[in-house]
């Protein structure tokens, strides 16, 4: 049963953190790469995974719903993953890779929603935030592909990443079945414009538009 309480929600997380693989080296060349992200209206909300191929669209799937978990923080893996492994289910195409729009091992409990999605699906996993959750860092260079460690307790828990000269760095964290090394030439791959990977912006613009009942 999926946890009704933020109690339950720490116990699933606690159970599942050591499941997590953060040295397999992942797929060096991954073929269709999704990006999944959630946009909300209040309790509503509309889950999207687009898939890509070479930066182009091969695949979607679109799933509206409730959230029926609270907002707390550390625990959003547990409003999103329900709608977010529907989507999922409905692909044509089984992604090499997951690009999530928020935070794999940097995390408090190193249990962030890259992380939890990729334990239960099995698949290779990446964390992306737009904003740091927990830890700290030094600002890296101005140049697109310079990047810091991101530490949480001593422990390197991601990468500062520079995806563009000049521009905001992402911060970049390890899901599941791959290392932070791969994770970040992965993201600097699905970067070649934009600060935000190419799977980011098109599954925000996504769910977004299924949101206002305009997704096609």
């Not at 625990?75 to 195409?93: G, M, N, S, Y």
Request: proline share 7%.
């Amino acid at each position: 049963m999926w946890p009704q309480t933020p109690e339950e929600a720490v116990a699933v997380q606690e159970q599942l953190r050591h499941l997590v693989d953060t040295t397999g080296p992942g797929p060096t060349e991954p073929q269709y790469v999704a990006g999944l992200d959630v946009a909300y209206d209040g309790d509503e909300l509309a889950a999207a995974v687009v898939v890509l191929h070479n930066l182009q669209e091969v695949d979607r799937a679109v799933v509206r719903g409730r959230t029926t978990f609270p907002y707390q923080p550390g625990l959003f893996a547990f409003r999103e993953i329900p709608a977010l492994l529907d989507a999922l289910e409905q692909l044509r195409t089984t992604p090499d890779l997951l690009v999530c729009d928020g935070q794999g091992l940097a995390h408090p409990r190193r249990i962030g929603l890259a992380c939890h999605l990729g334990v239960l699906t099995g698949l290779p996993s990446i964390g992306v935030g737009k904003t740091a959750f927990v830890g700290e860092w030094a600002e890296p260079g101005p140049r697109r592909g310079d990047a810091s460690d991101l530490l949480l307790d001593g422990e390197i828990v991601g990468k500062v990443l520079r995806t563009q000269n000049k521009t905001k760095p992402v911060f970049v964290s390890v899901g599941h079945r791959l290392n932070l090394a791969t994770a970040t030439k992965h993201i600097l791959d699905l970067t070649p414009h934009y600060r935000l990977p190419e799977t980011t912006r098109a599954a925000d613009h996504t769910c977004r538009q299924a949101l206002k009942g305009t997704h096609g």
